[in-house]
């Protein structure tokens, strides 16, 4: 990828090179830092993108070849991965973790069809019930 500044100043510093014009005996003893600055700045914003276009496609990888059809299993665009010396890396993931049934559950208890329901009704004669059953008439 480009940017249409970063493709002005590669055709400036490309120009310069073409013609020489640095090496004129009218330019000897300027400073010329911001040149070799702007190369520099250049060099490490390409080095950057080919890193970027390497990490996305990880993840995609990532994500084609572990668990492609899982609502339970995601990957953010910007997943760390922890790459080492071994064949391949590790990717930063969220895995979605049930607490139905256990001591984290968020649900609660009709008191009159004992299903588990996200949320409850609570009765004047202090039954909580599911909504089916509070649409079914009782309490
Ligand atoms: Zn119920």
Request: hydrophobic letters at 35%; proline letters at 5%; aromatic letters at 8%.
């Amino acid at each position: 990828m480009s940017t249409p500044s970063n493709d002005k100043l590669r055709a400036l510093l490309n120009w310069i090179d073409a013609t020489g014009i640095v090496k004129q005996p009218a330019f000897a003893g300027m400073n010329i830092q911001p040149l070799i600055d702007a190369r520099e700045f250049l060099e490490r914003y390409d080095e950057n993108q080919g890193d970027e276009a390497r990490r996305k496609a990880i993840i995609e990888l990532a994500r084609n070849e572990v668990h492609p059809c899982s609502d339970d299993f995601n990957i953010d665009n910007n997943a760390e991965l922890s790459e080492g010396d071994d064949n391949g890396t590790w990717v930063s993931a969220w895995v979605w973790v049930s607490f139905a049934g256990t001591p984290f559950d968020k649900d609660s208890t009709c008191s009159d069809c004992g299903d588990k329901v996200p949320s409850i009704i609570g009765c004047p004669d202090g039954a909580e019930i599911c909504q089916a059953c509070f649409d079914a008439g009782r309490h």
